[in-house]
Each structure stands twice: as C-alpha cells, then as structure tokens.
C-alpha cells in the first residue's frame, strides 16, 4: 500500500462526520539536514507530522518518531483558508497552526491540491 493511502486511512478517523479528505501531506519537525551534524540525536529531536487538509479545516496529526504513515493524535489545527505554498526547494517549510513544519518536494503536488479553491456544494 502507499504512504499517501496509509496517512489517509490513519487520518480518516480524526475527521468530523461529513468531513470529506481532500489531500494529505507528510511532514516533520526538525529539517533533515540536522542529521548531519546531530547524527542519531536527530531521531530524538524529530517528530513526523501528517497535514490531513479535508473541506472545512486542516489538521496536524501526530505521527511519531519513526515514520509517517500512522496517525496518533491531534496536535493541531488551522483554518481551511490557511495556505501552504507554493513549495520551494528540496524541503519547503510551513507554519500550520503553531509548528513550523517541513515538507519534501514529494509532497509538493499535495500541497497544490491543498491550496486549490474550496469547491462549495
């Protein structure tokens, strides 16, 4: 199964009913170039995030500190208006909610989705 179909399986239990999930976006605390100079501290400094962006909010998901897949608690929220890109670079750094969170370039076309309109019903 891939990463993005596991986050929203994992997430879809954090939604409201009538909620719909419109993109999930992996992420993580700390940038993966502090594992160059922290070596394996960074493991204890890093926690991974889902962004799960559904039609009437965004919320931040707990992932843990080894992967990325499985979401374990709410951390935050945010407005649905809230914008997370365009992503830049190799890791793109956006603040949802109160976490500054960093994003890879493989989730840049997520993060497009995310920023689309909200299509009214």
């Given at each position: 199964?891939?990463?993005?179909d596991?986050?929203?399986?994992?997430a879809a239990?954090?939604?409201?009913?009538?909620?719909?999930?419109?993109?999930v976006?992996?992420?993580?605390?700390?940038?993966?170039?502090l594992?160059?100079?922290?070596?394996l501290l960074?493991?204890a400094?890093?926690?991974y995030r889902?962004?799960?962006v559904?039609n009437?909010r965004?919320?931040?998901l707990?992932?843990?500190?080894?992967g990325m897949s499985?979401?374990?608690?709410?951390?935050g929220e945010a407005?649905?208006?809230?914008r997370?890109?365009?992503?830049?670079?190799?890791?793109?750094?956006v603040?949802v909610?109160?976490?500054k969170?960093?994003?890879?370039?493989?989730?840049?076309?997520?993060i497009?989705?995310?920023?689309?309109?909200?299509?009214?019903s």
């Amino acid at each position: 199964m891939a990463i993005r179909d596991k986050m929203r399986r994992s997430a879809a239990q954090y939604l409201q009913p009538g909620e719909q999930l419109e993109a999930v976006i992996g992420a993580q605390t700390r940038s993966n170039y502090l594992i160059v100079v922290s070596g394996l501290l960074f493991y204890a400094l890093n926690s991974y995030r889902i962004i799960a962006v559904t039609n009437n909010r965004i919320l931040v998901l707990n992932a843990g500190k080894w992967g990325m897949s499985k979401a374990r608690g709410v951390v935050g929220e945010a407005p649905r208006f809230t914008r997370l890109g365009p992503g830049r670079g190799v890791w793109h750094q956006v603040a949802v909610g109160n976490e500054k969170l960093r994003v890879h370039r493989r989730f840049f076309k997520d993060i497009d989705v995310a920023d689309r309109p909200v299509s009214i019903s």
